[in-house]
Nanobody
Framework: VQLQASGGGLVQAGGYLRLSCAAS????????MGWYRQAPGKQRESVAS???????SYADSVKGRFTISRDGAKNTVYLQMNSLTPEDTAVYYC?????????WGQGTQVTVSS
């Protein structure tokens, strides 16, 4: 399974971005799709996830601002990020679980200027 993330960039505080991550290859079933992020000098942290049945969960720091969604037909997961703050600056990684294995995308940089 290969993951291709896109949508990162530079945005001013209060702005928005939409990340996409498309899965391809030998996909059995994407029971779990999620986004993590890693800021400089910090550990990678979970941002949001969505599982079969479209049940989603979010880190407290992004609740009410970020929305995760998925398109099953396209094997793609999205992260709509609104009201961005400089604290959201990080490399964002998507990950999926397929047939019991976890796969990671290459990461996309999100930079929020104050």
């Amino acid at each position: 399974v290969q993951l291709q993330a896109s949508g990162g960039g530079l945005v001013q505080a209060g702005g928005y971005l939409r990340l996409s991550c498309a899965a391809s290859g030998s996909i059995f079933s994407l029971n779990y799709m999620g986004w993590y992020r890693q800021a400089p000098g910090k550990q990678r942290e979970s941002v949001a996830s969505i599982i079969s049945g479209d049940m989603s969960s979010y880190a407290d720091s992004v609740k009410g601002r970020f929305t995760i969604s998925r398109d099953g037909a396209k094997n793609t997961v999205y992260l709509q990020m609104n009201s961005l703050t400089p604290e959201d600056t990080a490399v964002y990684y998507c990950n999926v679980v397929s047939a019991g294995y976890m796969y990671w995308g290459q990461g996309t940089q999100v930079t929020v200027s104050s």
